[in-house]
């Protein structure tokens, strides 16, 4: 890891085409990587896919719709051992799946306040979602049936679509203004939250369009997974990670000391 930076990193500018670009450069990441990538998110997959079966097997078909949108708001975090096999393949070097599960560098507090702050977000979508719900329905939907039929073939499932989907994404927008450069540059470097999360901001509003097209990519791909009932998130969510390891190191440039 490099020395403390005494000033925030400069963020380069980028073109509408870069985030094409990074998708590339993490698919042949991947190949590089293949089965150790493939494990851990198999990993991820078995885990999301025992979650949903929990929640549909106690009725609870709310909180399956939920969690499923909600993983864009947690995925960055669970993202770090990509980031770390990006930083060994960057490197010339071969990442092994130990390398991926185990990342000493991500065991720092601030990745914890990174975490923590992304969890208060998720949980304040939680809520407005539960609210939008509650204000759209009088009834409870127990079976993902029951609730698909009516946000999909009621007037007022479609209100509720459209409402969740313009406060969720702007929620969703702006936990990944917070984490997208912030996640990876406090595993890279030894910044603190505040400085990563600036220059995650930073990163952003420079390159406005650019990142909101990464952001609706990243978020596409992973709720395009939930058609394959969680299988294909083993293959999408290490290319994803990978590519979001190259999108971190195209937008913040080396940082400089301050002259004296």
């Known amino acids: 890891m490099s020395e403390v930076p005494i000033r925030l990193p400069d963020v380069a500018v980028i073109g509408f085409d870069a985030p094409i670009r990074w998708l590339a450069e993490g698919w042949s990441d991947l190949m590089k990587c293949f089965w150790q990538s493939l494990a851990y998110g198999l990993i991820l997959t078995g885990f999301s896919i025992w979650l949903v079966w929990t929640l549909y097997a106690t009725h609870i078909a709310f909180w ?12 960055p975090m669970l993202a770090m ?15 092994s799946l130990a390398d991926m599960l185990v ?14 702050a992304l969890l208060i977000v998720f949980l304040i979508w939680g809520q407005i979602a539960q609210i939008v719900y509650g204000l759209s329905t009088f009834q409870t939907h127990a079976t993902i049936g029951s609730l698909l039929h009516f946000t999909f073939g009621t007037a ?9 989907t313009l406060i969720g994404g702007l929620i969703a927008f702006f936990a990944f203004t917070l984490v997208v450069v912030s996640a990876p540059m406090l595993l890279d470097r030894n910044a603190d ?6 220059t995650s901001f930073r990163a952003v509003s420079r390159n406005f369009l650019p990142m909101l097209f990464w952001a609706f990519l990243l978020a596409t791909l992973l709720l395009l997974t939930v058609l394959t009932g969680f299988l294909g998130l083993a293959l999408v969510f290490p290319w994803l990670g990978l590519a979001s390891w190259r999108a971190y190191r195209t937008l913040v440039l080396p940082a400089e000391p301050a002259q004296s």
């Open 64 to 75: 399956v719709f939920a969690l499923t949108c909600g993983f864009v708001f947690v995925a």
């Open 156 to 164: 007022s499932g479609h209100s509720m679509l459209m409402a969740g």
């Open 103 to 116: 990342v000493r560098s991500a065991l720092r507090q601030d990745l914890a306040y990174l975490g923590l």
């Open 81 to 95: 051992g990509l980031y770390a096999a990006g930083r060994v393949l960057e490197a010339g070097g071969k990442p």
């Open 193 to 198: 939250v505040f400085m990563a999360t600036v």
